[in-house]
C-alpha cells in the first residue's frame, strides 16, 4: 500500500512545488528585465519632459505634457564645445566613418578567412595566431604610435595640398579613423570567417578546382553565396563596435569638426557651461544609441545565432 | 624529325606561361592575405615594440627616443605602494582589481543564473532576451550617461524614493571617492551580462536532452542536476565568457570617462584612464606608455595560454 501511496503524494506535492517554482522563475525573470529596462526607460522619458518638470517631477513618471522639443534642440541647437549646431553633423560624421569601416573589414575579413581555411599553407595556423592576438591587445599599447604617424601622415597632407592641391585624404580626420578601424578590427573579422568557413565543405572547393574554377571565382560563386548568417554577424559587431568607439575617436578626432558623436555626446553632458538641459542630454543620448539599438532590435536574434553557431566557440 | 621539332617550339612557351599563371594562381591566396597581415605585423606588433621602447625613454611632451632607462617603470613601481596619500596608479591598479574581479564574477553568475532561468521552457522568451541582451548594444558612453542620471543623489533612484516617502534612503556612491569604482562595476554589468547569459543559454541548449532525462530518470533533483551535470558541462562557455570579460575589463575606459569623469580626484581611474590621462594631459609620455605596456603583460598573460590551446586543440 505504502509502496503505492509514496509516488502519488509525490506527484500531488510535485504539482505544488511546480506551481511555486514557475511563480518564482517568472518573478525572478520579469525583475531582471525591470532591471535592464530601467535606465533605457528612465532616459527616453526625461527626453520628453520640460525642466520644469523633470526638477519638481517624479524620475519614473511619464512625461505630463510630453514635448519633441528637447529631441530637436539636441538635433539642431544644442552645444557641443563652442559650436552650437546640435550634433546632427557629429551623426554624420559617425556614419561617413562606419560604413566604409564596416565595408572594409568585414570584406579583407571574408577572403582571410577564404584563404585561412581552404587555402592553407604552412605557417597558417601562426599567422592566424598573431591576427587573432591583434583582437586582444589593450589598444592603449598602440595609441600613440598611431597618434605619432597619423600626424606626420597630416603634415604631408598639407604639403601635398599645397604643392598639388590635394591632400588624397591625408590627414583628414574621418579619413584617419577608417583606417583605425580597419587596422584593428579585421582580427575579429578574420576570426569570425574563418571559424565559419571552416565548417565550409572543402569538397565543394575541390570540384569547383577541378572544373577549372579560379580563386576568386570560387570565393564569389561559392563562398560568398553561403556566407549570409557570418556577414550579418560580423556587420553586426563591427558596426556597433565602431559606432560605440571612444577611445580612438576621442584620441584622434577628439576636437574640432570631425569629431564622431560618441565624443559630441561626451562633450555635450560633460559641458559646464549654463543650466544643464538633462532633457536634451537624454535626447542626445538616445540619438547616438538609436542606430546600434535598431540593428539589435531587427537583426539581433541572426547575431546571437551566428555568434554562437561559429564565431565564438564554446 | 621537323614535325616533332615544331611541337617541341610550340610547346615550351605555353607550358612556361601556365608555369607561370599557375604559380601566381599558387601564390594567390598568400598575396590576398598578405596586405592585412603586413598591417597587423607593423600597426600591432610593430606599434606594441615602439609603445615598449617610449617607455624606456623620457619622453614628456613630445616622444624622445634616447634611451634612459628604466625610470618610467621605478616610477610605477614606487607609486604601486603609495597609499599615504594614495597615488593615482595605486588607485587605478586597486581599482582595476575590485573591478575586474566584481564585473568578472558577477557578469558570470548573473549570465548563468539568466540562461537556466530562461532554460526552463518560458513562455515570452522571445521577449524575455532581447531586453537582457539590448545593453550591449549601447555605447559605453550612453550607458555611462544614463546610469550618471539614475544614481545622482539629487535627481536619480534617491530622489525618487524620498518622493516615494523613504526619505531616510541614502545612495551616493557616485559621488563617494571610496565607492564609485562600485557604480562603474553596476553599469558594466548592467551592459556586459545580458551577453554572458546569450553565450550560456546557447551553451545550454547545445547539451544533449539524453543525459538530462538519463539523469531525471535516475532521480537526480533540477539543483543536482545542474550541479552535477550541466555545470561541468559548460566549462568552455565559461573559459569563453571569462576571456570576453577579462578583456572588456581591460579596455573599459570610456565607462569610467562618461559615468564618473573620473570620479573625486580620479577615485574611479581605471589604468586605461592613467594611461590616457598622463599621455595625453599630464605630458608624462614615458609613464604612460610604460603602463599601457603593463597593460598589455596583463592580457598576454591571461590570452596566449587560451589562444595557444585553442590553435593547438584542433590541428589539421
Not at chain 1, 591583434?134 to 601635398?160: D, E, H, K, N, W
Not at chain 2, 613630445?62 to 621605478?74: D, E, K, M, W
Not at chain 2, 548594444?137 to 544614481?151: E, N, R
Not at chain 2, 551616493?172 to 554589468?189: M, R
Request: positive net charge.
Amino acid at each position: 500500500m505504502s509502496t503505492v501511496a509514496t509516488p502519488a503524494r509525490q506527484a500531488s506535492g510535485g504539482i505544488n512545488t511546480k506551481l511555486v517554482n514557475r511563480i518564482v522563475i517568472y518573478g525572478l525573470l520579469a525583475l531582471f528585465a525591470l532591471f535592464y529596462l530601467m535606465p533605457l526607460f528612465v532616459m527616453l522619458v526625461t527626453s520628453f519632459k520640460t525642466m520644469d518638470e523633470i526638477q519638481n517631477g517624479n524620475m519614473l513618471a511619464l512625461p505630463k505634457a510630453p514635448t519633441f522639443d528637447p529631441w530637436l534642440k539636441a538635433w539642431g541647437e544644442t552645444c557641443v564645445g563652442l559650436t552650437c549646431a546640435g550634433i546632427k553633423g557629429y551623426f554624420w560624421n559617425s556614419i561617413k566613418m562606419v560604413v566604409p569601416a564596416v565595408l572594409i573589414s568585414t570584406m579583407l575579413g571574408a577572403l582571410n578567412g577564404y584563404v585561412l581555411t581552404k587555402w592553407r599553407f604552412r605557417g597558417a595556423t601562426l599567422v592566424f595566431g598573431l591576427m587573432l592576438f591583434a583582437c586582444f591587445i589593450p589598444f592603449q599599447s598602440v595609441l600613440l604610435p598611431m597618434a605619432t604617424i597619423l600626424g606626420s601622415v597630416g603634415r604631408f597632407g598639407v604639403t601635398l595640398q599645397n604643392s598639388v592641391g590635394t591632400s588624397f585624404g591625408l590627414g583628414n580626420s574621418t579619413v584617419n579613423l577608417v583606417f583605425v578601424h580597419v587596422v584593428y578590427g579585421i582580427g575579429f573579422t578574420t576570426l569570425f570567417f574563418r571559424n565559419y568557413y571552416e565548417a565550409f565543405p572543402t569538397e565543394l572547393i575541390k570540384a569547383a578546382q577541378v572544373d577549372g574554377a579560379s580563386f576568386f571565382q570560387i570565393f564569389r560563386r561559392i563562398m560568398l553565396p553561403n556566407s549570409m548568417p557570418i556577414f550579418v554577424v560580423t556587420v553586426i559587431y563591427q558596426f556597433t563596435n565602431i559606432w560605440n568607439d571612444f577611445l580612438f575617436a576621442s584620441a584622434y578626432a577628439g576636437t574640432g569638426d570631425a569629431m564622431p558623436m560618441t565624443v559630441a555626446l561626451n562633450n555635450v553632458v560633460n559641458t559646464s557651461t549654463g543650466v544643464v538641459e538633462y532633457n536634451v542630454n537624454m535626447a542626445a543620448a538616445m540619438i547616438a544609441a538609436l542606430p546600434t539599438l535598431i540593428v539589435y532590435v531587427v537583426a539581433g536574434r541572426y547575431f546571437v545565432r551566428g555568434l554562437m553557431a561559429g564565431a565564438v566557440k564554446g | 624529325m621537323s614535325t616533332v621539332a615544331t611541337t617541341q617550339i610550340k610547346l615550351t612557351p605555353e607550358r612556361s606561361r601556365t608555369s607561370v599563371r599557375s604559380r601566381l594562381q599558387d601564390a594567390l591566396p598568400k598575396i590576398v592575405l598578405a596586405p592585412s597581415f603586413a598591417i597587423t605585423i607593423v600597426f600591432v606588433y610593430g606599434f606594441i615594440l615602439w609603445t615598449i621602447y617610449l617607455s624606456f625613454t623620457n619622453s614628456k611632451t613630445f616622444p624622445s627616443y634616447v634611451i634612459t632607462g628604466s625610470r618610467a617603470y621605478q616610477r610605477l613601481w614606487g607609486w604601486t605602494f603609495d597609499t599615504d596619500p594614495p597615488s593615482s596608479w595605486y588607485t587605478s591598479i586597486t581599482n582595476m582589481g575590485i573591478f575586474g574581479f566584481l564585473y568578472i564574477l558577477i557578469c558570470l553568475a548573473l549570465g548563468l543564473f539568466l540562461a537556466i532561468l530562461l532554460d526552463q521552457k518560458i513562455r515570452g522568451e522571445g521577449v524575455l532576451r532581447p531586453i537582457y541582451l539590448y545593453p550591449m548594444a549601447l555605447s559605453f558612453i550612453v550607458t555611462g550617461v544614463a546610469w550618471k542620471w539614475f544614481l545622482d543623489p539629487g535627481l536619480g533612484l534617491e530622489q525618487t524614493l524620498h518622493q516615494w516617502g523613504w526619505t531616510s534612503f541614502h545612495f551616493d556612491w557616485i559621488k563617494n571617492k571610496d565607492f564609485v569604482i562600485y557604480t562603474v562595476v553596476i553599469a558594466g554589468v548592467w551592459q556586459a551580462s545580458g551577453f554572458i547569459m546569450a553565450m550560456f543559454l546557447a551553451g545550454l541548449r547545445g547539451i544533449d536532452g539524453e543525459i538530462m532525462k538519463a539523469a531525471q530518470i535516475d532521480g537526480a533533483t533540477t539543483f543536482q542536476l545542474y550541479r552535477r551535470i550541466v555545470i561541468p558541462l559548460l566549462r568552455p562557455i565559461f573559459l569563453s565568457a571569462f576571456i570576453v570579460l577579462a578583456h572588456l575589463a581591460i579596455k573599459s575606459y570610456d565607462l569610467v570617462v562618461a559615468l564618473t569623469s573620473g570620479g573625486p580626484g580620479g577615485s574611479a581611474w581605471l589604468p586605461s584612464n592613467f594611461m590616457y590621462e598622463y599621455t595625453f594631459k599630464r605630458n608624462e609620455m614615458a609613464v604612460g606608455s610604460a603602463s599601457a605596456v603593463i597593460m598589455l603583460m596583463t592580457i598576454v598573460a591571461i590570452i596566449v595560454p587560451y589562444l595557444y590551446s585553442e590553435l593547438r586543440e584542433k590541428p589539421r
